[in-house]
């Protein structure tokens, strides 16, 4: 039993509009969903992927209106890293988000920089023979595009704490550097590192993650809630996400680890050609579809302007 890599990553916005900005318009991501959180309806979750809306590939928002801006602390994912294909890309990236006034630094493998609320980003050039996971975009050709995540890092005050969980509980493999993980199954992997925690407390809030979700099988997900259960992992019961169904466990260092199951997926309750479009509602919050309009933010469909071009 092995899980399939990254399923995805859940970050918190205090701006839902400029995030739809940055992540669709200029990263190039598809906003696959536009649903509310499932714990608080009254605030959007916002999904970006590749075109099918697939695990891998999958960051997501909740939006809290004027939360403050967080910072990554000791516990916390401070880097989220997606993969490009080449070196031509993240010159490409480069100019890009130059032109966007975002600073990038980086070497001919990697490409740092932070989104509008400080949340760290980096696109690499990785060796894989996983599938690239991209987006369609008019602006940006097809072999530049983000191709899916490659990993997440994590601050620790210690990371031996983790190790024995991570490998023993739920398979990762050691990779170089050291404090690094590989969660490899048959389709795909994806990385989880450790850096040590700087000395300020973190704190939540805008332009920091909440979680990353590690992607199951469908069939072996009650099977993962056992395995983690028995490596003392402490895992919420099975909750039915309505898109995937989840576990969620904090893994020994402080980060907050979900495990999702690679179905049922966003066609779920729409059509695959207008993922995102309007608003999606589990089936439990639509009698508060009308009430809902009135407090949550207007977004644009990011999509609208392509067919004026
Ligand atoms: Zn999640």
């Known amino acids: 039993m092995r899980l ?52 891998g590939a999958d960051i997501t928002f909740f939006e809290y209106p004027g939360a403050r801006p967080g910072r990554a602390g000791a516990g916390m994912v401070h880097r989220v890293t997606w993969r490009v294909g080449s070196e031509q890309a993240l010159d490409f990236w480069a100019d890009r988000l130059g032109g966007e006034g975002v600073e990038a630094t980086g070497d001919d493998a990697r490409l740092r920089f932070r989104d509008p609320e400080g949340l760290e980003l980096e696109l690499a050039v990785v060796e894989t023979d996983d599938r690239p996971l991209v987006a369609e975009h008019p602006e940006i050709p097809e072999e530049l595009r983000l191709q899916g995540f490659d990993g997440v890092r ?66 072996e997900h009650e099977a993962w809630r056992d395995r983690v259960a028995r490596a003392g992992g402490n895992p919420t019961p099975v909750i039915d996400r309505f898109y995937f169904r989840s576990i969620y466990f904090r893994e020994p260092s402080g ?55």
């Not at 050291?178 to 000395?199: C, F, H, L, N, T």
Request: glycine share 10%; net charge negative; with cysteine.
């Open 4 to 55: 399939e890599g990254i399923h995805h990553v859940t970050c918190i916005t205090a701006d839902a509009p400029r995030n739809v900005d940055f992540y669709a318009r200029v990263l190039g991501l598809r906003l696959v969903k536009k649903t509310v959180n499932q714990d608080d309806p009254t605030v959007y979750h916002l999904f970006y992927a590749d075109e099918e809306g697939s695990a």
């Open 154 to 219: 994590a601050y620790s005050l210690a990371p031996d704490a983790s190790r024995q969980f991570l490998e023993a509980g739920l398979g990762f493999t050691a990779v170089a550097p050291p404090e690094e993980w590989e969660s490899r199954g048959d389709e795909r992997g994806g990385s989880y590192g450790y850096d040590p925690a700087p000395a300020e407390r973190g704190i939540g809030g805008a332009g920091t993650v909440h979680h990353v979700a590690w992607s199951s099988r469908m069939e």
């Open 255 to 309: 980060v907050l680890f979900e495990i999702a199951t690679l179905g049922p997926g966003f066609t779920a309750d729409e059509p695959f050609e207008t993922l995102g479009e309007g608003l999606s509602l589990p089936p439990n919050y639509e009698r508060l579809r009308e009430q809902l309009k009135d407090v949550l933010t207007p977004l644009p469909n990011p999509r609208e302007s392509w067919t004026r071009r």
